[in-house]
């Protein structure tokens, strides 16, 4: 895990910050993967890698190169079927769920499944998800032009659950 750095706060005194990466998936085809730097307070997105409508899986293995293999932990949405959803798009999302998580795999990287309500409700979110944008633009101001579209909501919770399981993993709560 993450080694401590010092750091001012303050009226409040010095506080702990842990030294962290984290990967934050949002699964699906119009998902995303985000890695947060603590030490830098960073995070990069990345949109999941389609090729005709499904999943790349090439690409996915290009994606998690060295830089996701240094992750101190993964945080993955646990999702679940949805009612009224196809069979053929059940399976899909299932096959890129299952990507995602073998690729993390690889990675050497623990992972943790959190729920949406879960992790939403802590971060005092729910499911709009121009919430999610918001807060990610909020959070992350230096890198608010991967949140600048409504499109961009798989980013923007992909970078959330990484800063949802960095403060989980340092503080035990957000």
Wanted: glycine share 10%.
């Amino acid at each position: 895990m993450g080694e401590g750095l010092s750091r001012g706060c303050g009226r409040l005194g010095r506080i702990q910050v842990q030294k962290m990466i984290v990967i934050g998936v949002d699964p699906g085809i119009t998902g995303a993967i985000a890695l947060f730097n603590s030490e830098k307070h960073t995070v990069e997105v990345f949109d999941t890698p389609v090729a005709g409508g499904e999943i790349d899986y090439t690409g996915l293995a290009s994606l998690m190169d060295f830089r996701f293999t240094l992750a101190d932990f993964a945080y993955i949405e646990k999702v679940h079927a949805m009612p009224k959803q196809g069979v053929s798009s059940t399976f899909k999302f299932g096959t890129t769920l299952g990507a995602v998580m073998m690729a993390v795999a690889m990675c050497n990287v623990p992972r943790i499944l959190v729920s949406p309500t879960e992790w939403k409700m802590r971060m005092g979110l729910n499911n709009d998800k121009s919430k999610s944008l918001k807060r990610a633009i909020e959070l992350f101001p230096k890198s608010a032009d991967s949140f600048k579209l409504k499109k961009h909501d798989g980013r923007a919770e992909a970078a959330l659950l990484a800063w949802y399981g960095y403060r989980m993993q340092s503080f035990g709560r957000v």
